[in-house]
């Protein structure tokens, strides 16, 4: 079988040289401008790879393309290699274009394609293979972790070509400090990568998403991922919030113990002043809420909730003062003293203004002596002073007044 293929692979070729060569004695200055164009080709491993010869001036010169083995492939339109996964996309005197389905890692390397001139031109097209990188797996993460322990967690992917990139987030933030390792697969021809992310945990990250990507070209920009979602195990926080801000004598007063823990905390405790609650059939404990009924002041003091869990324990404390309800209502109503002082600096600010104003005007105030007052003084008798004062209207335009 392997002897008859060879025979017809060199069949071809030596068909090929001997018709060129006949064809070619008048030709050889023509095929001068005559030479193959391929390209560079890319594949993802599985895809099919195209591989296209292309001649613009051809004197209906053969074509034919080689595997990286010099295995002639296709002869113009004639298969010369029996691969059901290489097929003849479309021949002329001007290209040759072959197609190759499934294709493996082994399939990578330099084709040939040969236009038979003399001398034979050739040209040659690289098929680099990409390894698609298997999907992550996250190791490392043990559940439950408890607050302030260090955390390892690895991503590891395998078969990738180029080796993968992996980049950690946590909370859809990117985490940069990590470590990365490259390691050559046995095939010699992919890589596993691998990534260690370290930090050390609190109560804040408990339900958090920790995610690894990985990113490949191979991808189509669709990143691989792997998701971890953290399970952390941490002490009870414990609040105690009361109903109402100023407790009054005789009202009810409901304070409630807000705690939170994982494990969920158990039913909390309540004590007063160090001490068991004094007047159960008043202070009524319902889950997380103590109701006291009817305050009066022997409930002031010192209440104290305490939540437990697994982890631990923890507590929180509320002073009582239970207020007389007069008292209140004088504080929350006007303050009549200060209302009045007020007004007195008003008015006290109205008088002096109006005292300093009377005290301005008095002192500008002048005494008008007329031309006409004046010479009915000198006249030595009343008919004189008519005459004096007719005579000084006359002259009204030389009346002048003076400002003393």
């Not at 001997?18 to 095929?31: E, T």
């Not at 609040?239 to 409901?254: A, C, H, R, V, W």
């Amino acid at each position: 079988m392997i002897w008859k293929r060879s025979a017809v692979l060199r069949f071809y070729s030596v068909c090929g040289l001997l018709l060129q060569a006949a064809a070619s004695k008048n030709k050889v200055k023509g095929s001068q401008g005559q030479f193959p164009l391929t390209q560079n080709v890319t594949v993802i491993e599985g895809g099919t790879a195209i591989l296209t010869c292309r001649v613009d001036q051809n004197d209906n010169t053969s074509l034919q393309w080689s595997n990286p083995a010099q295995q002639t492939l296709y002869f113009d339109d004639k298969k010369a290699l029996r691969d059901n996964r290489i097929e003849l996309v479309r021949a002329s005197w001007h290209e040759l274009s072959i197609s190759v389905s499934d294709v493996s890692l082994s399939d990578e390397g330099q084709y040939t394609c040969s236009l038979f001139t003399m001398p034979v031109k050739t040209s040659k097209a690289y098929l680099t293979v990409l390894g698609v990188p298997e999907k992550p797996q996250i190791s490392g993460f043990s559940s439950p972790v408890m607050e302030g322990d260090l955390m390892q967690l690895t991503c590891k992917t395998s078969g990738s070509k180029p080796a993968a990139d992996i980049r950690w987030f946590k909370n859809d933030k990117e985490i940069k400090d990590v470590k990365y390792l490259k390691e050559e697969d046995a095939n010699r021809k992919t890589f596993t990568v691998s990534s260690t992310l370290d930090f050390r945990v609190d109560r804040s990250d408990d339900g958090v998403a920790v995610i690894c990507r990985v990113d490949h070209e191979s991808l189509n920009a669709t990143p691989q991922v792997a998701m971890q979602v953290l399970e952390i195990h941490y002490t009870p926080s414990v609040k105690i919030i009361p109903s109402t801000p100023f407790p009054q004598e005789g009202q009810p007063l409901i304070l409630t113990c807000e705690s939170k823990g994982k494990p969920l905390p158990e039913p909390v405790l309540w004590t007063k002043d160090g001490g068991e609650l004094p007047d159960p059939d008043r202070m009524v404990v319902s889950g997380r809420e103590l109701n006291i009924l009817f305050l009066n002041k022997t409930d002031n003091g010192t209440y104290r909730c305490e939540a437990t869990n697994t982890i631990g324990q923890s507590s929180a404390e509320y002073v009582l003062i239970v207020h007389d309800p007069n008292a209140l209502a004088g504080q929350n109503g006007p303050d009549h003293a200060l209302i009045g002082g007020i007004v007195a600096v008003v008015v006290f600010v109205t008088l002096c203004s109006i005292f300093l104003l009377g005290r301005y005007l008095a002192r500008h105030k002048g005494t008008y002596l007329t031309n006409e007052a004046k010479g009915a003084e000198d006249a030595p008798d009343a008919d004189t002073a008519i005459i004096n004062a007719e005579g000084s209207q006359v002259n009204a335009e030389e009346k002048k007044e003076y400002f003393i």
